[in-house]
């Protein structure tokens, strides 16, 4: 059985789980998330415990995902998920202009990003961005589209990299003898 999928989550007092047949919302002080589950799946909240149970072997790849899910709902809505960008290169940038954000990136034109409900971002300085929510999967993949306008490349390590990301660095081309 999947460990993940036992185990055994603790609701805090200020949220608020509540169960519709496939559907599991989760309501706290940053707001409202809700998903939902395989249909072979049942939530079972006792107090402020909240454990899954799976009805066959059918649902057992969907075990641990579903636990996973909802334990990121509850720390989305208590705490919140961020992510941290920065802009390495001579004129690389961000710039929050309107509803979008603005990033110039070594193209012959700035590259405008629409900005998604249930995100928001800030602009430190021009070569940070830092991506909040509530949800884990918006932030992750808003984050990862910023990345994907221009990748760090091993050779100088010019590119949109997360804050904590390491680039391998290549050695290049070796001068003759």
Do not use: Q, W
Not at 77 to 105: C, D, P
Request: proline share 3%.
């Amino acid at each position: 059985m999947s460990r993940i999928g036992k185990r055994v989550l603790t609701i805090p007092e200020n949220v608020t789980v509540t169960v519709n047949g496939n559907n599991v919302s989760v309501k706290g002080p940053k707001g409202e998330l809700s998903t939902e589950i395989h249909k072979d799946i049942t939530v079972n909240v006792d107090g402020n415990k909240l454990s899954l149970d799976r009805a066959n072997e059918n649902a057992k790849m969907f075990h641990g995902t579903a636990n996973a899910n909802i334990k990121n709902m509850i720390d989305g809505v208590t705490e919140g998920f961020e992510k941290k960008l920065e802009a390495v290169g001579v004129g690389y940038r961000f710039a929050l202009k309107g509803n979008k954000l603005v990033v110039t990136a070594g193209y012959s034109h700035p590259v405008e990003v629409d900005i998604i409900d249930g995100i928001t971002l800030e602009v430190p300085s021009n070569t940070e961005l830092t991506v909040k929510g509530t949800d884990k999967c918006l932030v992750g993949e808003f984050a990862a589209n910023v990345r994907k306008i221009r990748k760090p490349e091993p050779y100088k390590g010019k590119g949109i990299r997360y804050k904590d990301e390491h680039i391998i660095r290549k050695e290049g081309k070796k001068a003759s003898k």
